[in-house]
T-cell receptor, first 113, second 117 residues
Framework: QQQVKQSPQSLIVQKGGISIINCAYE??????FPWYQQFPGKGPALLIA?????SEKKEGRFTISFNKSAKQFSLHIMDSQPGDSATYFC????????????FGGGTRVLVKP | DTEVTQTPKHLVMGMTNKKSLKCEQH?????MYWYKQKAKKPPELMFV???????INESVPSRFSPECPNSSLLNLHLHALQPEDSALYLC????????????????FGPGTRLTVL
């Protein structure tokens, strides 16, 4: 019940295109959903995060869409750039466990020029 | 200062060695974390310190021994490791780790790439 399932495992998109990554969860106690971006040899960096009382959050070219009834959330990267090529992890945290994050399996995104 | 620093960047050790990984943050965060990350996998939580006290140990083998000397420093002492322990070890911090809130951002360091021979 603690799992977060992420898809696809990898994604190739042309420069200027839209990258879409999806995550699904089972634990209804999750109440915080961050997305992390990780470049090779670096630590994950927080990209954007959302809570279940909001259906969408946008920061620059990055948008999280959240569907509480379906227990799904997704990351959209608009106008994808080669510099966006990285591995993206969704995560979730239940209030009862404080700040303990459960990560999705990751999506490797390659943006072709 | 908004970063988490980790030393060393790379570490190669034999199975009989004793070594330590270090992590430091000066953001005033009171929760600090150790994660282990294998290639092409997500980070796996190992330990959480909250207000310098160990609050979560994810059933990590005793050959990994965490220490939090003060609110800015976190160490991971390594002894008698196995080759399968080779991984990227990540430190993270957040403002507070609480059972009442779950919206605290975790800031990750760059990691220590550990190779056990």
């Amino acid at each position: 019940q603690q799992q977060v399932k992420q898809s696809p495992q990898s994604l190739i998109v042309q420069k200027g295109g839209i990258s879409i990554i999806n995550c699904a969860y089972e634990n209804t106690a999750f109440d915080y959903f961050p997305w992390y971006q990780q470049f090779p040899g670096k630590g994950p960096a927080l990209l954007i995060a959302i809570r279940p009382d909001v259906s969408e959050k946008k920061e620059g070219r990055f948008t999280i869409s959240f569907n509480k009834s379906a227990k799904q959330f997704s990351l959209h990267i608009m106008d994808s750039q080669p510099g966006d090529s990285a591995t993206y992890f969704c995560a979730a945290s239940p209030k009862a466990a404080g700040n303990k994050l459960t990560f999705g399996g990751g999506t490797r995104v390659l943006v072709k020029p | 200062d908004t970063e988490v620093t980790q030393t060393p960047k790379h570490l190669v050790m034999g199975m009989t060695n004793k070594k330590s990984l270090k992590c430091e943050q000066h953001m005033g965060h009171r929760a600090m974390y150790w994660y282990k990350q294998k290639a092409k996998k997500p980070p796996e939580l190992m330990f959480v310190y909250s207000y310098e006290k160990l609050s979560i140990n994810e059933s990590v083998p005793s050959r990994f021994s965490p220490e939090c000397p003060n609110s800015s420093l976190l160490n991971l002492h390594l002894h008698a490791l196995q080759p399968e322990d080779s991984a990227l070890y990540l430190c993270a911090s957040s403002p507070v780790q609480s059972r009442m809130r779950s919206n605290n951002e975790q800031f990750f360091g760059p990691g220590t790439r550990l190779t056990v021979l």
